[in-house]
C-alpha cells in the first residue's frame, strides 16, 4: 500500500472512530511524512541551451534573486549544484554542466554525473536536439530512468518567426517547432520522444502545463504529491491539487 492509500484510510478510520480533531491530527502528520520525502531532478543538456534559467523558472525563482541559479550568455554551470525548493528543501533541482564542453566532454559526462541518484531528467535545448543530447536519453533510459525533452527559448522562437514570415501563424510554427525535433530525435535513434516546448519566463504558455501533468502520472504516488505541491502556481488545476492535498 502507498503512503497517499495508507494515509487516506487511517484518516477515514480514525474521523469515523474518534471524530474530527484526531482526524486533522493523522492529517498533519501525513504531511509532515509527505515533506520529508526526497525528490532529485536532473536538468541537463548541450551548453548554453538554458538549462540555469529553467532550473530558476522550476522552483519559481527569478534569475536576477539571489537563490537562483546563475545564468549568463556563456556557460555558466562548471560543477553539479543542487538548488533546493524554496518552500520544499527536501524537493532538490540538479543544474547540470552543459553535455560537450571541453571540461565534460560528451564520453565522459555520464562518469562524472552519476546518473543513478536522480528521479528523473529534463534534457533542454534551444535549438534541435542534437547528438549529445540522443546520447544521454539512450543511457538514461539503460538506466530504467524518465526523462523529458524540453525545447526551451520557444517565445524568442516564435518573435523571430513573426517578424520573418509574411503569413506567421502561431500554432503552425510550433508545430513545425515540436515536429522538427521529434524528427532530429528519432534519426538518432530515439522513439517517440517526448518533447515539451517551453517559454522559461512564462510557463503558464505552451506545453509547460502538459509537462507537469506528464511528471505527475510518471512518478509514483508520493513523489507525485512531493512535485504537486513544489511546482509553481501557473494555472488553477494545479492551485486545486494542491489544496486538496493540503485539506
Partial sequence: MSLESKAIEDIKTTLEN???????????????????????????????????????????????????????????????????????????????????????????????????????????????????????AQEIKKMDKTFYFVRAKIDSNLLSAEKSQKKYNEEKTLQKIKDNCIQGLEEQGVMAPHVFLVSNFDLQLYDFPTLQETMERDLPSHKRDTLILALPNICSSNIKKKKELLI
Fill in 18 to 136: 474518534d471524530g474530527p480533531y484526531a482526524a486533522a491530527l493523522i492529517t498533519r502528520k501525513y504531511l509532515k511524512d509527505l515533506d520529508s520525502i526526497p525528490l532529485k531532478i536532473a536538468v541537463t543538456g548541450e551548453s548554453g541551451s538554458g538549462k540555469s534559467t529553467f532550473v530558476n523558472a522550476f522552483r519559481g525563482i527569478d534569475n536576477r534573486d539571489d537563490r537562483a541559479a546563475p545564468t549568463d550568455v556563456v556557460e555558466s554551470t562548471m560543477v553539479l549544484k543542487a538548488y533546493p525548493h524554496p518552500k520544499n528543501p527536501n524537493v532538490t533541482v540538479w543544474d547540470l554542466p552543459g553535455i560537450g564542453t571541453t571540461k565534460f566532454p560528451a564520453d565522459q559526462y555520464l562518469k562524472h554525473i552519476g546518473f543513478e541518484k536522480f528521479d528523473f531528467f529534463i534534457i533542454v535545448s534551444s535549438d534541435r536536439f542534437r547528438e549529445n543530447d540522443a546520447m544521454l
